[in-house]
């Protein structure tokens, strides 16, 4: 059986009055349908500004992503 995969497709970016700020634009099924939604923000207001802040992460479905758990 093949894995199942999630994209998710983030924009960071860092000001002086919040600090950093991510925001999650999308879960999307395939890493070519994330760099197409990513393209479609490149110049929009808010995301033009800090094009280096988009990135994906990758989430195999129906598995533990946190093998450790420290209460602090």
Known sequence: ??????????H????????????VIGFF???ERAIEEKKKRENVLGF????EGFRVEVFVIDKDICQEIIYL
């Open 48 to 51: 033009k500004d800090y094009p």
């Open 1 to 10: 059986m093949t894995e199942k995969k999630v994209y998710v497709l983030i």
């Open 12 to 23: 960071a970016k860092e000001t002086k009055q919040i600090g950093i700020q991510e925001f």
């Open 29 to 31: 099924s395939s890493l």
